[in-house]
């Protein structure tokens, strides 16, 4: 009667739900070369996803305005990461079996680390700019070609020392498996230097706010130099430690250049240096110059090193597509035919192991300005 | 030694943050056994509204803050009167109102989602100076701030509900629903001015949080867990209780962090309430029933 | 197809978490925050056992059953015979701790990296990869579950907790063990939402603390809510709809930074509503209405 009513009335509701969730994924018949893309558009490493984007598309804009790859237009399938690698995974396998793309391009350890296995077991190349050490290893269809932490460390461990000439370094970086794998190699490469490493702390990323009994701890072991990174917790870590009284040198990456560090960290972040994949926005190389102003017209800011990494992954990839064919098995070989490609994010070769060796150089913050503050050696 | 003191001084900065949302969320669940979980979603939601009118819409500091009051107590009234006493007057259960509070939560956290975005916002325009000092203890001028206006707070409603006709009511209703009914107590107006009063207690701690360390919208959910934490240990129905609490569980979060690292904070607040619960549910200023 | 395959499967999953949480809250009248964190410590068992020792995925299994039992044995003894609203309380702490637990004991765990790579079953020498074979797979696990629960419930134990939901204290006074029943479902519930999360792990292949919070205790108390409580077709009718209403918007391409805070709004909302106008859900027949409207 009325239960019964009920029953019926809630199987066909569902039955609504199903037909309208399968209604999505009818095949479009229009032939389209699509690659996918799993970024952070939301989340605390949204800066990267925005930027990133903005690369991607349009390296996509220029292939197509060239003509496409072999006439037919290029594509990309955006997925939101959310920073989260329980998100990407799902994003990964939607992209894997209903859109059913060659290759994957994304960022952040977290997430490649997820994704990757799925491309590997589905033969789909999955091309991060992640900067865990040997993130590609072991896996045939990852690629990566940005710096890693294997360029970084090192390059801030030697200005440091030789530099700086400080010898107590305190290190305060959010909970990741990069993070373990940057204080290895912090822990092997620093003492061998003559310096000290006199405290680490971590924190969670997602949940904390008030960095101050950690850094009451690196306060205590009173370092002439502090590491810090993360993500959006960086500005305020820097902020709180500078009302805290500690008055050592400020040092960290690239994540420094996000636009809310100056806006949250504002006077306390000035001075500070950071290790930066060499790309400087204002050299005069031709390639970087016509780039920039590409950029510029069509986003009105001027392009920092990952959007020109995206923009270079995707050019890579159409080239891929174009000389070998549209599948995960011919994408892969073709990149590891690449050798020294002038990428805008630098020239690029493959190694063997899927992954690049790029440069870094020292910035530093002036004036509430990024300057070049020394090349690599 | 001098880590020791500036944990110490945190951990009492973090008890004084949650001491008048812990209040608050005491007197509504003392009086009405009603658990408000929406409570810390009230305290989140002024927190972004204060944001809002402080930052973008670069109102005055007072104004934001007398506009912010405002909308609170209004949120607060406006949850019960809109979901809480309807159900009640169905006959509903307790279940049925902590249901439709996860269900305002959920609706709440996602509207701030939603208008701000997920990511952590700083409400301060000031300029980064160095905090006080007091002996090699640093403590900025936000944290001094937050403990004088919670022990104002505190202290304002410990003395009315000590020297009020209202708060006498207050405390009838609290140890006895029933009786107080009986007696005369209109247990309405009683409603109103707990979820009143225990709305604008937030205010406050919300507003100098966001200046001193930023928000986001997780933290509503989080708060109302510390505030149900402080209540439940520090007594239900016993004020003071919950301030103690509160203190005690700031002081031992942070002090923890001396001889565990940093990450353990929650667990070990969720410990003592687990060890308390199991071993002396009336809290510590509770007798037993 | 693979990927409605993909939307039964997760479907299935959660019929036995929405389930097993239904027979104790709906039908015992046991409120409970730490569902999710059962169904985080089955995932975890069983995915550390095959990932890093190579256990067979059935012994896997078995054994996360058992942890989770004698977890919420541990549990349950000492927080069963306080009020509701202490136990809710002592349950919300308990899934705070373990996500904790999960997202801080990195050497075991990973922490926020999590697990990656977790192997598909094996069963009687072959492994349950496709998306189809997984279906199946996760589809007689629930479909055991389901009868399980209903002779459970229907059996002279589940009158006994039924009478323990509507009065507690007649129920003692008529001389029943209350402390021990509910101590018993909480222990089988807790064991049932193991399993189902050992069936996500070994299904999505990477899990993490996120998939275990407060949040998702909550999500799992909506399923059962809005399906209807203390009716099994209910479970099952809520985990359907709650699964399937998301991916339906899908087609209204909202973007992402807008899809995710709408479709939780209309969680909250849907929750309200129904405990408002349908407080026994789609299908059910029990309010936890005092005058059981």
């Known amino acids: 009667m009325f239960g019964k009513t009920m029953r019926l009335a809630s199987i066909l509701v569902c039955a609504f739900f199903i037909a309208a969730a399968v209604y999505d994924l009818d095949a479009s018949a229009q032939q389209v070369y699509k690659l996918g893309a799993v970024l952070p558009f939301t989340g605390s490493a949204s800066f990267f996803g925005k930027n990133t984007r903005q690369g991607s598309d349009m390296a996509v804009g220029e292939v197509n305005a060239a003509g496409g790859i072999n006439g037919v237009k290029l594509e990309v399938v955006y997925e939101d990461s959310k920073t989260e690698p329980k998100e990407a995974v799902t994003a990964m396998n939607k992209l894997v ?58 390059a801030m461990v030697d200005f440091i020392t030789a530099d700086l000439k400080m010898k107590r370094l305190a290190i305060m970086m959010a909970q990741s498996e990069w993070a373990d794998r940057a204080l290895a190699l912090y822990k092997s490469l620093f003492p061998k230097k003559g310096g000290e490493i006199v405290s680490v702390e971590t924190f969670q990323e997602e949940a904390e706010t008030d960095f101050r009994t950690q850094l009451t701890k690196i306060k205590a072991s009173k370092p002439e130099a502090l590491f810090v990174e993360g993500f959006k917790a960086v500005p305020v870590i820097i902020k709180q430690a500078t009302e805290m009284g500690i008055k050592a040198q400020v040092l960290g990456s690239h994540t420094l ?121 | ?67 912010t009051s405002v909308a609170a107590v209004v949120l607060g009234l406006g949850i019960d009167y809109v979901i809480y006493r309807p159900l009640k007057k169905q006959g509903a259960t307790p279940f049925i109102i902590l249901l439709s509070s996860i269900g305002v939560i959920i609706f709440l956290e996602n509207l701030i989602l939603l208008a701000f975005g997920p990511e952590r916002m700083a409400l301060s325009k000031a300029d980064i100076t160095e905090g006080y000092q007091f002996g090699g203890v640093y403590m900025t001028k936000m944290q001094l ?47 109103a001015v707990v979820f009143s009063a225990g709305s604008a207690l937030v205010v406050v701690p919300a507003v100098l949080v966001g200046l001193d360390t930023g928000i986001s919208p997780q933290m509503g959910m989080t708060m109302t867990v510390m505030a149900a934490v402080a209540v439940f240990v520090g007594g239900v129905g016993h004020l003071i209780g919950a301030v103690f609490a509160s203190l005690m569980i700031g002081m031992i979060q942070n002090l923890g962090v001396f001889y565990v690292e940093a990450k353990w904070q929650d667990l070990i607040a969720f410990g003592i309430l687990l060890a308390f619960i199991i071993f002396r549910p009336m809290g510590l200023l509770g007798h037993r029933a | 197809m693979d990927y409605i395959f993909h939307l039964l499967i997760i479907i299935n999953i959660y019929i036995i978490a929405a389930i097993s949480l239904n027979m104790l809250i709906g039908f015992s009248g046991i409120l409970s925050l730490s569902h999710a964190a059962f169904f985080g410590i089955g995932a975890y068992v069983s995915a550390l056992l095959v990932l890093k020792i190579g256990t067979p995925y059935l012994l896997a299994v078995a054994t996360a059953i058992v942890a989770t039992a004698l977890i919420a044995y541990f549990i349950g003894k000492p927080t069963l015979r306080l009020k509701g609203d202490y136990f809710l309380l002592a349950s919300l ?35 349950v990869s496709s998306q189809f074979s997984y279906f199946v797979f996760s589809l007689i696990v629930a479909v055991i579950s389901l009868i399980f629960a209903h002779f459970l419930m229907d059996s002279p134990f589940g009158r006994v907790l039924k009478a323990i939901r509507e009065d507690e204290i007649a129920a003692q006074s008529l001389g029943k063990d209350v402390a021990r029943f509910k101590i018993l479902i909480f222990i089988v519930t807790g064991s049932m939402v193991s399993v189902s999360g050992s069936l996500y792990a070994h299904y999505i292949t990477y899990i993490n603390p996120y998939s275990f919070t407060l949040g998702e205790s909550i999500f799992m108390l909506s399923l059962i809510i809005i399906g209807g409580m203390g009716t099994l077709t209910g479970s099952a009718v809520g985990v359907i709809f709650l699964t399937l209403m998301p991916e339906s918007l899908r087609f209204l391409q909202l973007p992402s930074t807008v899809a995710g805070p709408m479709r939780q709004m209309i969680y909250g909302v849907l929750l309200i509503v129904f405990v408002k106008f349908r407080p026994q859900g789609l299908i059910g027949e029990y309010s936890f209405f005092r005058t059981n409207r």
């Open chain 3, 93 to 127: 702490g308990f899934q705070i701790v373990m996500f904790r637990v999960f997202s801080n004991w990195y050497s075991l765990t990973r922490g926020p990296a999590g697990l990656i790579d977790i192997p598909r079953p094996s069963l009687l020498g072959s492994t």
């Open chain 1, 257 to 377: 250049e996000s636009p809310d560090v100056l806006k949250i960290a504002k006077t306390a972040v000035e001075g500070a240096y950071y290790t930066k994949t060499a790309f400087d926005p204002n050299s005069p190389d031709k390639i970087m110059q016509d780039y920039q102003k590409k950029y510029k017209e069509r986003y009105g800011e001027t392009s920092e090193v990952y959007a020109a990494t995206h923009y270079d992954q995707v050019k890579l990839l159409a080239l891929a597509i174009k000389n070998k064919g549209y599948s995960g098995d011919a994408v892969r070989e073709y990149l590891l035919t690449v050798k020294d490609f002038p990428g805008v994010s630098g020239v690029t070769t493959f190694l063997p192991n899927g992954d690049v060796n790029k440069i870094v150089d020292i910035w530093t913050i002036k004036d509430g300005k990024y300057n070049l503050y020394r090349l690599a050696k």
């Open chain 2, 145 to 191: 701030l937050i403990v004088a206006f919670s022990i104002l707070l505190c202290l304002a409603a410990w003395l009315l509900i000590k020297y009020t006709k209202t708060g006498r009511a207050i405390r009838a209703m609290s140890n006895d629903p029933e009786m107080a009914q009986i007696i005369g107590v209109s247990t309405n107006m009683i409603r």
């Open chain 2, 1 to 67: 030694m001098e880590i020791l003191i500036q944990l110490i001084a945190n951990g009492f900065v973090a008890g004084w943050i949650y001491a008048p949302v812990a209040i608050g969320f005491g007197l509504i669940y003392s009086t009405t056994r009603d658990f408000h979980f929406a409570h810390g979603l009230v305290y989140i939601s002024a927190a972004y509204l204060f944001y809002a009118l402080y930052v973008p819409a670069n109102l005055s500091f007072l104004l934001s803050f007398v506009i």
């Open chain 1, 97 to 154: 079996s209903i859109d059913k793309v060659p290759a994957v391009m994304t960022i952040l350890t977290g997430v490649s680390r997820a994704i990757i296995p799925i491309g590997e077991k589905s033969k789909v190349v999955v091309m991060t700019s992640a900067m865990l050490p040997g993130i590609t290893e072991g896996y045939k269809y990852a690629f990566r070609n940005a710096t890693s932490y294997d360029n970084h460390v090192p």
